[in-house]
């Protein structure tokens, strides 16, 4: 079984800043493209960022230039750095992984559970 668990969200004001973290566990043979979609009550789930193994990124509109994404191959962990917060950011954040679990297997697209990030003062 693959899980990935999201930690970090909360209630942060207008301008501020919030670390957003993923771990994924279980059974992995390999892990592929790494990356955090949020969606707003009534509003599409939406690419925020994504990270590719060697590190390559791809940032949503609307976040270029306040959020930074990163992992640890290592650790099999991904971050959000998110910067310059504002009402618009208001979102439930979810984790999301590409995933070859067993040699045998075929590559598949997990979730995590979801943390809820608000901004408001």
């Known amino acids: 079984q693959v899980q990935l668990v999201e930690s970090g969200g909360g209630l942060v004001q207008p301008g501020g800043s919030l670390t957003l973290s993923c771990a994924v566990s279980g059974t992995i043979y390999r892990l592929y493209d790494l990356g955090w979609y949020r969606q707003a009550p009534g509003k599409q789930r939406d690419l925020v960022a994504s990270?590719?193994?060697?590190?390559?990124?791809n940032y949503g509109d609307s976040v270029k230039g306040r959020f930074t994404i990163s992992r640890d191959n290592a650790k099999k962990t991904v971050d959000l750095l998110m910067n310059s917060l504002s009402p618009d950011d208001t979102a439930v954040y979810y984790c999301?992984?590409?995933?070859?679990?067993?040699?045998?297997?075929?590559?598949?697209?997990?979730w995590g559970q979801g943390t809820q990030v608000t901004v408001s003062s």
């Open positions: 990270i590719t193994t060697a590190g390559i990124t």
């Open positions: 999301n992984a590409d995933i070859l679990a067993t040699y045998y297997s075929r590559r598949a697209n997990y």
